[in-house]
């Protein structure tokens, strides 16, 4: 069964930490993305990497980074965790053509205190 | 990427079939509408997509109108698992725009 698999379901951590999210697929897979989701807002795009090595920003990429060095694998990076941070966290990965399907893994539920 | 409008929230029982509606009316040609569920505390799951034509698959079928400006997904016999937030995106056929917008969605609940 394919799958992404997000390193962590749950995860504490303290404000000014930095914050490593990993996310893996095995799908081959060009296209990774990390959204957050937040209850009222929905799911908001931060960053997205079309290839190894590249990244765009997203809708909201304020206060976090991303790294793709392998191309089943893509980090995101809270360089300075805030509280309003706390947040659930999705990483999906899809088919560079269309039409194509998001497969998304089971999420990161941070929280920062 | 266009917008889709759909109801906060819709109520179906047990067994009968659910359709859920969505507005696209800002869709361009190439656009696909895709849909996609998320059951509480889990990562979104893809559904169905279609550009023109009605479709099936083993989860559900997506109607398209034929001036492509709405489109309704039918669980054909809803069950209590199928209580989740249905989310209707449009997005562009043209490689490179890799982005989906997601919107609020629709909030089913099967009722027993």
């Known amino acids: 069964d394919v799958k992404v698999t997000q390193s962590s379901r749950y995860l504490v951590k303290r404000t000014g930490e930095k914050v490593f999210l990993e996310c893996v697929q095995d799908?081959?897979?060009?296209?990774m993305f990390w959204y957050r989701q937040d209850p009222g807002l929905g799911l908001r795009l931060i960053y997205f990497?079309?290839?190894?090595?590249?990244?765009e920003k997203g809708d909201i990429p304020e206060g976090y980074s991303v790294s793709r060095e392998k191309k089943e694998r893509f980090s995101l990076i809270l360089e300075s965790a805030s509280t309003n941070q706390t947040s659930m966290y999705l990483c999906?990965?899809?088919?560079?053509?269309?039409?194509?399907?998001?497969?998304f893994g089971s999420g990161t539920r941070l929280t920062v205190v | 990427d266009a917008k889709t409008t759909q109801p906060p929230s819709m109520d179906c029982a047990e067994g009968r079939a659910a359709n859920l509606p969505c507005n696209h009316s800002?869709?361009?040609?190439?656009?696909?509408v895709y849909w996609y569920r998320q059951i509480h505390s889990q990562g979104p799951q893809y559904i169905i997509h279609g550009l023109k034509n009605n479709e099936t698959n083993e989860m559900a079928s997506l109607i398209i109108t034929e001036d492509r400006k709405s489109s309704t997904l039918i669980l054909p016999h809803a069950t209590l698992r199928d209580t989740a937030v249905y989310y209707c995106?449009?997005?562009?056929?043209?490689?490179?725009?890799?982005?989906?917008?997601f919107g609020t969605g629709t909030r089913l609940k099967v009722l027993a």
């Open positions: 799908m081959d897979h060009e296209n």
């Open positions: 995106i449009v997005r562009g056929g043209v490689s490179g725009t890799y982005k989906y917008i």
């Open positions: 800002t869709i361009s040609g190439n656009e696909y």
């Open positions: 990497s079309y290839d190894v090595k590249m990244k």
């Open positions: 999906a990965s899809s088919p560079r053509e269309e039409p194509y399907g998001y497969t």
